[in-house]
């Protein structure tokens, strides 16, 4: 007998709007499919129901994801050409030594667009998002030849019926190789299904 128990409350009614049993929350596929999942398999259809529970429909509210970037010197160089910004800071090694900060330094704009980016790399593996408000704070220069790891999680999503999709709010920011945040950040989204 599977240890996982089905998470059916006797009320089976699909629901016509959301797709999902207005008792226990599965959609018909997953329903069908319970007795044939294992157990890891059984215990993410619950994750997902937790997270319609709560209001979601497209997204699962805690659902994170990561990134690494290395950026050498010439991604440096490459990126601040590419956005005119011509601080020396992002191109001359000789005066971004002579700086505080002791070597080149990426303009924030870069770490910034990855991260955000990343965004939309994710969600439109099986939906379609769309930005709507980013807050970024940029906690420490990033520095040439810094690998570092960006993440987001998922910390609320409501179905908005105006949008068509999930309201989803992400918290995330990321740290460089020595563990040091050099960005904290939010963002608003919306996620309509694919």
């Given at each position: 007998?599977?240890?996982?128990?089905?998470?059916?409350?006797?009320?089976?009614?699909?629901?016509a709007?959301?797709?999902?049993?207005?008792?226990?929350?599965?959609?018909?596929?997953?329903?069908?499919?319970?007795?044939?999942?294992?157990d890891?398999?059984?215990r993410?259809?619950?994750?997902?129901?937790?997270?319609?529970?709560?209001?979601a429909?497209?997204?699962?509210?805690?659902?994170s994801?990561?990134?690494?970037?290395?950026?050498?010197?010439?991604?440096?160089?490459?990126?601040?050409?590419?956005?005119?910004?011509?601080?020396?800071?992002?191109?001359?090694?000789?005066y971004?030594?002579?700086?505080?900060?002791?070597?080149?330094?990426a303009?924030?704009?870069?770490?910034?667009?990855?991260?955000?980016?990343?965004?939309?790399?994710?969600?439109s593996?099986?939906?379609?998002p769309?930005?709507?408000?980013?807050?970024?704070?940029?906690?420490?220069?990033?520095q040439?030849?810094?690998?570092?790891?960006?993440?987001?999680?998922?910390?609320?999503?409501?179905?908005?019926?105006?949008?068509?999709?999930?309201?989803?709010k992400?918290?995330?920011?990321?740290?460089?190789?020595?563990?040091?945040?050099?960005m904290?950040?939010?963002?608003?989204?919306?996620?309509?299904?694919?």
């Amino acid at each position: 007998m599977n240890g996982v128990a089905s998470p059916c409350v006797d009320v089976c009614r699909m629901n016509a709007e959301t797709g999902f049993c207005d008792g226990c929350f599965r959609t018909l596929d997953e329903i069908a499919a319970w007795s044939a999942y294992d157990d890891d398999a059984k215990r993410a259809v619950l994750d997902r129901v937790e997270s319609r529970r709560q209001g979601a429909r497209v997204v699962m509210i805690g659902e994170s994801f990561e990134a690494t970037l290395s950026l050498p010197p010439d991604s440096i160089r490459h990126f601040a050409t590419l956005v005119d910004d011509r601080n020396p800071l992002h191109h001359d090694e000789a005066y971004a030594r002579a700086s505080r900060f002791g070597a080149l330094i990426a303009s924030g704009t870069q770490p910034t667009a990855h991260l955000m980016a990343m965004i939309a790399t994710h969600f439109s593996r099986y939906a379609q998002p769309l930005g709507l408000e980013f807050g970024i704070r940029l906690t420490r220069a990033v520095q040439a030849n810094d690998v570092i790891t960006m993440r987001w999680q998922v910390i609320e999503a409501k179905w908005k019926a105006s949008l068509r999709g999930d309201l989803v709010k992400l918290a995330g920011g990321a740290t460089n190789q020595a563990g040091d945040t050099v960005m904290k950040a939010t963002a608003t989204i919306v996620v309509m299904p694919a």
